[in-house]
Nanobody, 123 residues
Framework: QVQLVESGGGLVQAGGSLRLSCAAS????????MGWFRQAPGKEREFVAA????????WYPDSAKGRFTISRDNAKNTVYLQMNSLKLEDTAVYYC????????????????WGQGAQVTVSS
C-alpha cells in the first residue's frame, strides 16, 4: 500500500509562491495518477491539479490555470505543486491523492490520501 506525506506548506504573502511536495512510500507510485485537492474551512474539498502516471498529461480547474503547476518525479516517488501569484482565497489545507484512473478530477476517484498541509496566504 502506498502512503502519502505532504510537506512544504506554510504562511506566505499574497502574490508570493510556495511549492508543496508529496512523497510516496511503496513501489507502485507510477501506477497512480496523482492529484492535489484543497479544503478551506466550511467548504467542500476542491480539485486543484492532476497529473497522469508518467507525467505526460496534466489537468487544472480554471482557478488554478496559469498559476499552479503540478509535476512528478517517479524516480523520487514524489509529486509537486508549484503555486505562484497566491491569493487570499488559496488559503486551505492541501491534500495530495492517488488514483488508479488515468485522469481523475473528483475526490471519489482517488484511493490514496495524504494527511494534508496547511497553506495560509496573508495580505
Amino acid at each position: 500500500q502506498v502512503q502519502l506525506v505532504e510537506s512544504g506548506g506554510g504562511l506566505v504573502q499574497a502574490g508570493g509562491s510556495l511549492r508543496l511536495s508529496c512523497a510516496a512510500s511503496g513501489r507502485t507510485f507510477s501506477s497512480y495518477s496523482m492529484g492535489w485537492f484543497r479544503q478551506a474551512p466550511g467548504k467542500e474539498r476542491e480539485f486543484v491539479a492532476a497529473v497522469s502516471m508518467i507525467g505526460g498529461s496534466t489537468w487544472y480547474p480554471d482557478s488554478a490555470k496559469g498559476r499552479f503547476t503540478i509535476s512528478r518525479d517517479n524516480a523520487k516517488n514524489t509529486v509537486y505543486l508549484q503555486m505562484n501569484s497566491l491569493k487570499l482565497e488559496d488559503t486551505a489545507v492541501y491534500y495530495c491523492a492517488g488514483s488508479p484512473r488515468f485522469r481523475a478530477e473528483w475526490a471519489n476517484e482517488y484511493d490514496l490520501w495524504g494527511q494534508g498541509a496547511q497553506v495560509t496566504v496573508s495580505s
